[in-house]
């Protein structure tokens, strides 16, 4: 299928359990909505093939990245390598991760995510796809592990970034794409992003809602269960194009543009 232009949703992770009952709704909605893709985010090696499995269900809608979450980084081995090797050789597989280094609560300890990270890194560098990083608290050590391999990885975006100044230019400066979910949206722990957003040119931005979670905060009639869905990307994005002063529809045709070209899609 070739995409003309529309949203596209980088990060949802489509495989939780939230959306098992109504998928196909979840689905009609974003496409009601104007959601022409979404990336289903691997986050463990059973989560990345449920994410493959879906994407084969729906092949026009769905692609999907394959890796290790760094919270998951505790169980990496030999046969996880071999297996997310294999699963990067499926033309639905777009990225490697989501993977990198998480130090808010350390749920692996940071020398296996360091060790899960960087066979993953050299994943990336053997297949010749792009990175889908996460990072949290960890952005020294995440940019210097990184600046090791970047001449030889073909290109990543740090998903969902919520970090500061200092990081979104450390990042820039690697050349890396960045993404924002609806992060932006929460008037408690998300302002610093208003001002921030400005500074990502245009041709490295990226959109996602991290669905079921992050749901937008300042969203007006927001469902009950607050969970989130790609559907609600058209919201996020018309956000993010008013704290950037553009208008949304810019931000649509140049946020499409880098994705399709990012992912190969
Ligand atoms: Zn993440």
């Not at 296996?112 to 990270?117: C, G």
């Amino acid at each position: 299928m070739t995409l003309s232009t529309g949203l596209i949703d980088i990060g949802v992770n489509l495989t939780n359990k939230r959306f098992n009952k109504d998928l196909d709704q979840v689905i009609q909605r974003a496409q009601a909505a104007g959601v022409v893709q979404c990336i289903v985010t691997g986050t463990s090696l059973q989560e990345s093939e449920r994410a493959l499995a879906l994407c084969l269900d729906y092949p026009d809608f769905f692609k999907c990245t394959a890796g290790v979450h760094p919270h998951e980084a505790k169980n990496w081995n030999s046969d996880t390598e071999r297996s997310i090797r294999e699963l990067a050789s499926h033309d639905a597989v777009v990225a490697i991760g989501e993977c990198g280094l998480d130090f808010n609560r350390n749920f692996s300890p940071p020398k296996d995510q360091e060790a899960a990270f960087e066979a993953q890194l050299q994943i990336a560098v053997d297949t010749g796809l792009p990175l889908f990083l996460h990072e949290r608290d960890a952005f020294e050590r995440q940019s210097a592990i990184l600046k090791g391999f970047r001449d030889h990885v073909r290109a990543g975006v740090s998903h969902c970034f919520t970090g500061e100044k200092k990081a979104l230019f450390g990042y820039l400066d690697l050349d890396l794409h960045i993404g924002q979910t609806g992060w932006i949206c929460d008037e408690r722990r998300g302002v610093h992003l208003r001002e921030l957003v400005k500074n990502i040119p245009a041709n490295r931005l990226m959109l996602e809602t991290d669905a079921p979670y992050l749901f937008p905060r300042d969203m007006p009639n927001p469902p009950k269960d607050k969970r989130n869905a790609p559907e609600f990307l058209p919201y996020i994005a018309e956000q993010i194009a008013a704290y950037r002063g553009e208008p949304v529809e810019q931000l649509v045709q140049a946020t499409f543009e880098t994705t399709v070209q990012f992912f190969s899609l």
